[in-house]
Structures are given as structure tokens and as C-alpha cells.
């Protein structure tokens, strides 16, 4: 994604105290090359990346001053509602496709990585649902098969998006609203979260999302040629 560089320290002190009035500075990241006491840069994968900046004197054309460092570009995983709204909107329209575009349509589109809703969907229900027992969620196996599944999640919202992350919601801030408010649980249900640009309404009539991207979003039913349907409920749903 996009990143903005520039000089501090040494470099910048200099210029400060008007030692370097006349130098321009230079950068390379990745065989890239660029001027100006502020570089764009846009990094296309992970990894540990070295960037390099010049002070070059305009006059003689020579370096002056240099520094080379290494950065780490990974990827962070915040709470929803601290995403930029060009970042939201990325995560949803990538979560968005995973709901709604067909497994096998959405790997020739987007490639092996990725996995539609129903693929995630069932797995769960095969892990939760089996009357043995909770695999998904009694003992130790909820810790490691919820970050597995969150893993695998992320990296088919990736290969529609490559820029976004699977953020998470810190929902005792919803709690802590409901506390202020005397213990008033509808409070809850006004959330932000719950808006028709983000998940749809937590209250719909007849329970189901009437509004926003996920509106009428269709569920797996036994029967209906889901793949890998191994339990339901009662009524026959996933």
C-alpha cells in the first residue's frame, strides 16, 4: 500500500540551521528512485525492505550526507472503526465478494486463494456442529482454530483486495454505551457497526438484514447443492 517517507534527524537539523539550503534528497527503495523531501512509495508484499536517502548538494551534484535503514512491511490489524474510510470500504467491498460471488466463479476471477461464504460457513458448522462435540469451540482447540480460520478468511478478503486486513471488533465499547446508559440494551443496537454501509441492521424485521450491502443475503440449506454440508439445525440451515 501507499506509504509517505521522509527525512528526520541529521538531515533535517541541517536543514533547519540553513547549512543545506541548497540540497535536494534522493531516495531508493526496491530499485526505485525518487527526489524530494517527501518520497510515495506503494510496497506490493511483506517482507523486510532497505531504503536509503541521499542529501545531495544541487551546485556540485555530489552526496553530502547519506542513510540507509531497513523497514518491516507487514500488515495490521486494527478495529473496524479505526480504519480510514478508504480502508473500510476496501475491507467491506473484499467482504462483500467473499458473501456473494460463487466458489468456483470467485477462484477464476480472483485465484486459488480465494473462498466463497459457503466454504467457511460449512467448515465451522462441521467443526461446531458435531453432536460428539464442539470442536470449534469446547477446550483448547477454540484458540488455534479460530486464528487458523481467521488466517484462511484473510487471505481470501486478500485476493480480492491485496490492501486490507481482517480487523476485529472491540465490542466493550458497545458494552461500555449500554453501562452509561442505565443498562439499556437497544443501545447496543444503535452502534455504528450495525449501519446499512457496514453490516446492516442488528434489529430487521422478520430477522432478516433488509438494508446495505448484505441485505437479503441468501443462507446454505440442506438441500440446496452447498458443498461440504455436513450438519445443520433444525430448520434444515447452516
Known sequence: RET???????????????????VSFAWAIEGTHGWGEAFVYTFNATGHVTVKLWAVDDATGEETQSVEDKVWVKYVRRELRA????????????LEAVFKTPCDDGKKMYGDRFECIDTFTAVHQGL?????CDHAHDG?????????L??????????????????????????????????DISVWRQSEVWS??????????????DSGRFAYQPVITHGNGAKNLTFTNSYGMM
Request: proline share 5%.
Open 140 to 148: 483448547y482447540g477454540f484458540l488455534t482454530t479460530h486464528m487458523a
Open 196 to 209: 446499512a454501509d457496514w453490516f446492516g441492521t442488528a434489529q430487521p424485521s422478520g430477522h432478516v438484514v
Open 4 to 22: 509517505t517517507f521522509q527525512p528526520t534527524g541529521v538531515l533535517v537539523g541541517a536543514l533547519a540551521t540553513g547549512k543545506t539550503s541548497n
Open 150 to 183: 481467521s488466517m484462511w478468511f484473510e487471505r481470501a478478503l486478500q485476493s480480492v483486495q491485496p490492501r486490507v486486513t481482517l480487523p476485529y471488533w472491540d465490542y466493550t465499547i458497545e458494552m461500555h454505551s449500554v453501562v452509561m446508559a442505565g443498562g
Open 128 to 132: 461446531a456442529g458435531d453432536p460428539y
Open 83 to 94: 480504519l480510514d474510510d478508504a480502508d473500510r470500504d476496501a475491507y467491506f467491498s473484499a
